[in-house]
């Protein structure tokens, strides 16, 4: 398998090749590309220049990967029915940021709080949980997909069967669809 690269205008190449089960990435602050091999129960790392190496390893499944500014890198990571946030520091030392759910799609909003889906298989009709800095949760909004993202606004986006969904968390008007009749997003 390969990770591609694509710049601006739309030139492709091959950024690495020869990996195994690539799965969700995520950029820290420095450029650096992380990306779950979750075959081998690893997270890898590229630098900006291309040079690959083994973040962490011995994982159970690693899933959603999401950077915080202060370059620590949270990874969800699948126990069975149930699972863990972790997060890593810089040099990969690792810590328990949230445990016992189905947790996919991290992202971090601009204050620095953590937002997770908790829909997945065991629990279809999931919520969004939004955690502070210090692991704290303090929001729960329902949700039928893993994948989030935020606008530069502020509006939080979230992709559930056929269609993107904006919730209430948004600064302007309360949850609405965005788009309609997708195949599969994420």
């Known amino acids: 398998k390969q990770i591609l690269k694509y710049t601006p205008d739309g030139t492709k190449s091959v950024f690495a090749s020869g990996l195994d089960e690539v799965g969700p990435s995520a950029f820290d602050r420095a450029g650096n590309l992380f990306v ?6 690893a997270i890898l790392k590229f630098t900006p220049d291309g040079t690959q190496s083994t973040f962490v390893s011995e994982l159970s499944f690693p899933g959603w990967l999401a950077c915080d500014n202060a370059g620590n890198l949270f990874a969800t990571e699948s126990l069975g029915d149930t699972g863990d946030i972790l997060r890593f520091t810089p040099s990969g030392t690792k810590s328990t940021f949230a445990s016992g759910g189905y947790f996919s799609g991290l992202v971090f ?30 929001a729960l909004l329902p949700t039928s997909g893993p994948g989030l ?19 209430a968390l948004t600064p302007g008007p309360p949850a609405f669809s965005f788009a309609r009749g997708l195949d599969g997003p994420l």
């Open 36 to 41: 779950t091999e979750s075959s081998q129960g």
């Open 109 to 138: 909003d601009s204050v620095g709080n953590l937002f997770t889906s908790t829909a997945g298989p065991t629990n279809p009709n999931g919520v969004i949980v939004a955690y502070r800095p210090d692991g704290t949760s303090f």
């Open 149 to 167: 993202a935020f606008d530069a606004s502020g509006g939080l986006y979230v992709t559930g069967p056929g269609e993107i969904v904006i919730p």
